[in-house]
């Protein structure tokens, strides 16, 4: 458990608790977002379904937004937020093969407990996969130390590498992620278009095929 | 309008408004209340004894941290047992948990007093610092001193502060001329505050 709820609660396990009820959260939210569904995860990859994004993104910018103001109205203590150090090349790899394998199987480690927790099969394998890899990578970490803790450069924020006031990358974030949602969304309406016209009947009007069409993909 | 488009320009005036109030760390932003300082400094309340530190220390107080903040070549030569180095200017940025005890000090006090009233600043309840710094802790643990003309009151107190002493590798001394006391103060050199 991170801050502000690590330590909340020393003599006791409330922080555990707090985890908890966060994590079954942020599982229900996956799957509401239909984020337990390999096809729809996989559809990110050929971009006819940018769900994923756009999910990604809305969260990112409602943390942000909800730790930048907490912090500055006093109610969340920002320097006891845990910031992971940067380690660049091993963290390089580590998310090469962490996008090999969330294409190959369609599900992130998150998403796949998700899927699992739906009884889906895809979800309990990828879930199978991912704590056989901890597995073997704890197993040969003495080998891989000397990698996994090279180029390590501490903790970066972006304010602190753009050189940036901490409320200028916020708003730079914010417009970033309201261009990507609008990009997404014109990518979706021309995949759905395009769809629609491939199996558009003769002399049907374009309105009418593009909503034949999503209810062909979906 | 849609409740996405809704949210979609929440979110923009949000982070709009950012640039405008400065950062989101409290540490830039503390509050001094000077009366209530004033009134902890005059009921002693601002600052232990190193005997007292060592007792802590020594009973395993519960949520006790100790920080140093004494350049790093006078941390790495000499420092309290457990303490741990962080320098003033990242005071505001280390992560205290609610209900641990800090106990500030630097070589010889006034440097951790302005530590204190940085961490009181943000808002920490639970913070002192060691009157006499480092030398109060070298002369008081480390090489405590009973005069050759000690009361019975004063006996007494170094039978127990010898002990503390002796837990932390210390060397008390009987017989000593009362003016030859506290010697170890006045032979460190003062190099910082």
Known sequence: ?218 | MSRRRQLGKVALALGAAAPLVGSPYQGDHARIDVAELARIVERREDHISAVELAEWIRKGKPGLRVFDVRPQAEYDELHVPTAQRVSLDSLGTVPVVPGETIVLYSTAGAHAAQGWVFLRALGHQNVVFLAGGMYEWMDQVMSPTLAIDATDRERAAFTRVAELSRYFGGLPRTGVPRGEQALTAGQLRRRSC
């Open chain 1, 1 to 218: 458990m991170i801050a502000p709820y690590f330590g909340l609660d020393p003599s006791g396990h409330a922080d555990l608790w707090i985890a908890l009820v966060i994590g079954v959260g942020f599982g229900f939210t996956l799957e509401r977002a239909g984020l337990g569904n390999a096809r729809k995860l996989a559809g990110q990859f050929y971009l006819t379904d940018l769900t994923v994004l756009k999910v990604m993104l809305s969260a990112i910018v409602t943390a942000m937004l909800g730790a930048f103001w907490l912090g500055r109205s006093g109610v969340l203590d920002l320097s006891r937020v845990y910031v992971p150090e940067t380690f660049l090349a091993p963290q390089l790899v580590g998310g090469l093969v962490f996008g090999a394998g969330f294409a190959l199987a369609g599900l992130c480690p998150g998403t796949s407990c998700v899927a699992a927790a739906t009884g889906s099969g895809d979800g309990a394998m990828v879930m199978a996969g991912m704590f056989a890899g901890v597995l073997a990578t704890g197993s040969l970490f003495a080998p891989l130390a000397s990698f996994y803790e090279s180029t390590a450069m501490g903790t970066r924020t972006l304010p602190q590498v753009l050189h940036l006031p901490y409320g200028v990358v916020v708003l730079l974030v914010v417009a970033m992620a309201l261009g990507a949602f609008r990009l997404s969304e014109w990518i979706e309406r021309r995949h759905a278009g395009g769809a629609a016209r491939t199996i558009q009947p003769a002399g049907a009007t374009p309105s009418t095929g593009h909503a034949a069409g999503v209810g062909g993909v979906a």
